[in-house]
């Protein structure tokens, strides 16, 4: 495989990466801890959209080689996902009285909770989306990228998702309470802003987007009860790397990430004999170099709180 | 006056959590002696699950010595875990690609001295950094020292895993042989069903007598530093690092000393582990493991080494009760999901309702001598130093 190649599964990967990691950053910054949850809400919203496209089917015509009842399947996964996440703040988070930490703790539970049950619904074995796999673009071989319509579906989408994420943060009011919010909860709350409307906001924001990430990696490879959480460490990954808290950060950490995941197995072309399955490996200690050089990532503004979206 | 072997006293000493434990407990073993005695529990089954028990229970004590006493978030128990039980199979094992066949003795050392390498590697970077952070980079490592384990075959044997594991007293002069020579016992006191203790039985004694061996030596060590102007240190650093800081004290040290003591006794079950299951593959290395043992912790109660004895017995009810799930055909249920949700729920309903435990630290935190008999200040009843924060009965 050539190195172009390489870089153009590596754009895929990161789209999905992307959209694990803004959720992640924005419940960070707005809900105040490490959510380790988060990987999971992805497999919810990987299933939900499993579900939604066994029930509606191929609804005729096709965008991409998909199916529209797939674009419409990603919108139930994106929803559910987000409700999954609001009856959690509800009856599990809203009502405890701890710090970040047992929040964090906590979380890991709610990551065990939702995983057991789509393993007792679905089985712990692999599921895919009932769309025939596609070839690689003929158009674009004759430049060496092996790209399947498939693929540039997920991206095409993701750039969408990230646009709506950007243009919400920027020019709504609802985006603006919640830059406010992360950069000060308390002056926020002070100017009257309803903080723990803004919570579930994000909440559902956040949400909303792994669920999105989720359906794609059902699509990119298979679904297995796993496949959230076998990707929380690369997004983890990406936001140290953008800079907690930061969105913008994020999108620039998860695109990183993720080129540098896929494009792993290169180290072995310059003497480094490591494969593709190390490429976690590789995210994580780019992750402790990063905390170790420079704590506040790349968008970090120099407080090691690392706040502000 | 209240005296030591005084049993009312002791009793009426008890905070109520206590009472009711103490009176589950006997239930339970009550229980378990009757299931033993009718032949419905096996004995050998019944003492490997104890070691089991007691294995999760040492874990629970590392894990303490870093979480419970220093407020270190250690995700990477099972990775030490995976050390020490990899160090010891990978020396003793007979299908081991790098060495195999030497004395247990030896795979013990090996297991704890990489133990603490690795302990300080990974130290070294991550404890400056804040607890969230040092939370996320901890179970990176775990998921890499798992990718090494399972991917690099010419040392691991990958996920073959290694067999062949000697149990633990092998080639001991007079241990060794115990279990063959000693004889068969049958037990008849119901009518019937007569309990048969074999040479499995005795093996499983053996590995019972180890566990308890390690498991005492890790909680006398364990009270004895927790009691002393270090592990005083410890809670100040938990309490507030930059309170210590204040006191002049190097906190990033002493962070250090509690990581490699804690690695060290997770280790230590690592070690155990090998010899009394005899196969270890990267499986054992899975990030569930590290949250059994968290939930063993938070549940018995962070800081509270008697609960963290409690919480490795807890854990093992769960991971080996939920099997039995298998064996009532009219749910249709699978074992490890439903474990997943219950580990999941315990998590949950802990944080939740009882944060600082079922057995919150108390009478650990200080030597008993420490408080002078004939204080004036000393209230008729219960325990002088933290009773009267237990409002939530």
């Known amino acids: 495989m050539s190195v172009i190649e390489f870089a153009a599964n590596g754009v895929v990967y990161s789209s999905i990466i992307v959209l694990g990691s803004i959720g992640l950053a924005i419940i960070y910054s707005i809900a105040g801890f490490a959510n380790f949850a988060h990987g999971d809400t992805m497999t919810v919203g990987g299933y939900a959209a499993f579900v939604a496209f066994g029930a509606i089917g191929g609804l005729g015509a096709t965008v991409l080689a998909l199916p529209v009842g797939f674009f419409v399947a990603l919108l139930v996964g994106i929803a559910v996902a987000a409700a999954v996440a609001i009856i959690t703040e509800k009856i599990v988070y809203e009502p405890l009285d701890i710090g970040s930490i047992g929040l964090l703790i906590t979380s890991i539970g709610v990551a065990f909770v939702y995983r057991a049950l789509i393993q007792l619904g679905f089985g712990a074995g692999r599921n895919q989306f009932d769309i025939p796999a596609q070839r690689p673009i003929e158009e674009l071989i004759a430049y060496g990228v092996r790209v399947t319509p498939h693929d540039l579906a997920i991206v095409i989408s993701a750039v969408v998702l990230v646009v709506g994420v950007h243009v919400l943060l920027q020019y709504t009011d609802l985006g603006r309470k919640m830059r406010a919010m992360a950069d000060n909860p308390d002056l926020a709350r002070a100017s009257g802003i309803r903080t723990h409307r803004i919570k579930l906001w994000s909440w559902v924001l956040g949400a909303g987007l792994a669920g999105a990430g989720g359906a794609f990696l059902g699509l990119y490879n298979a679904l297995t009860p796993r496949v959230g959480f076998s990707v929380l460490l690369v997004i983890f990954a990406a936001v140290i790397l953008g800079g907690i808290g930061s969105v913008y950060g994020a999108m620039l950490g998860g695109f990183l990430i993720g080129m540098v995941v896929e494009m792993t197995p290169l180290l072995s072309r310059v003497g480094i004999p490591i494969g593709v399955d190390y490429g976690p490996a590789v995210a994580f200690v780019i992750m402790v170099v990063v905390l170790l050089v420079r704590p506040t990532g790349i968008a970090g503004d120099g407080t090691a709180g690392g706040e502000g979206i | ?393």
């Open chain 2, 1 to 393: 006056m209240t005296d030591r072997f005084d049993v009312g006293a002791y009793w009426s000493n008890l905070t109520n959590a206590e009472k009711r434990l103490t009176m589950a407990m006997s239930v339970l073993v009550f229980g378990l002696v009757i299931a033993l005695l009718t032949g419905a529990l096996g004995a050998s089954y019944f003492l490997f699950l104890f070691g089991l028990g007691g294995m999760y229970a040492l874990l629970s004590l590392g894990l303490n010595s870093q979480w419970g006493f220093t407020g270190l978030i250690n995700f990477s128990v099972a990775a030490f875990f995976g050390i020490g039980a990899y160090g010891a199979a990978l020396m003793t094992g007979s299908n081991s690609p790098i060495a195999g066949g030497f004395n247990p003795i030896f795979g013990l050392a090996i297991g704890l001295v990489l133990a603490a390498i690795v302990a300080v590697a990974i130290g070294i970077p991550t404890l400056r950094l804040r607890a969230d952070y040092l939370a996320i980079a901890t179970l990176g490592l775990a998921e890499v020292l798992r990718l090494v384990l399972q991917n690099e075959r010419q040392w691991t044997n990958g996920s073959a895993g290694i067999r062949g594991i000697p149990s633990f007293f092998d080639g001991w002069p007079l241990l060794g042989e115990f279990p063959q020579w000693m004889p068969g016992l049958e037990i008849a006191i119901v009518p019937g069903s007569p309990v048969i203790l074999g040479t499995p039985f005795w093996r499983q004694l053996l590995n019972v007598t180890l566990l308890l061996g390690f498991l005492g030596a890790a909680f006398l060590i364990l009270r004895r530093a927790q009691r002393s102007p270090w592990g005083r240190l410890q809670r100040t650093i938990r309490a507030d690092e930059d309170l210590a800081k204040a006191l002049g004290k190097n906190t990033y040290s002493y962070k250090m000393q509690a990581f490699v003591l804690g690695s060290l006794i997770m280790a230590l079950a690592g070690v155990f582990y090998a010899h009394l299951n005899l196969f270890v593959n990267p499986g054992d290395l899975d990030p569930i493991t590290t949250f059994y043992v968290w939930v063993a912790v938070i549940l018995g109660g962070s800081g509270s080494n008697r609960g963290a004895l409690l919480g490795g017995f807890v854990v093992v009810a769960i991971r080996e009760g939920s099997r039995f799930a298998n064996d009532i055909s009219w749910l249709p249920l699978d074992a490890a999901p439903l474990r997943l949700l219950m580990i999941g729920l315990l998590i949950i309903l802990v944080m939740r309702f009882r944060p600082q435990g079922i057995l919150p630290p108390q009478r650990e935190l200080i030597w008993p001598s420490a408080i002078g008999r004939e204080a004036p200040s000393r209230p008729d009843r219960g325990v002088p130093q933290s009773n009267g924060g237990e409002t939530d009965e």
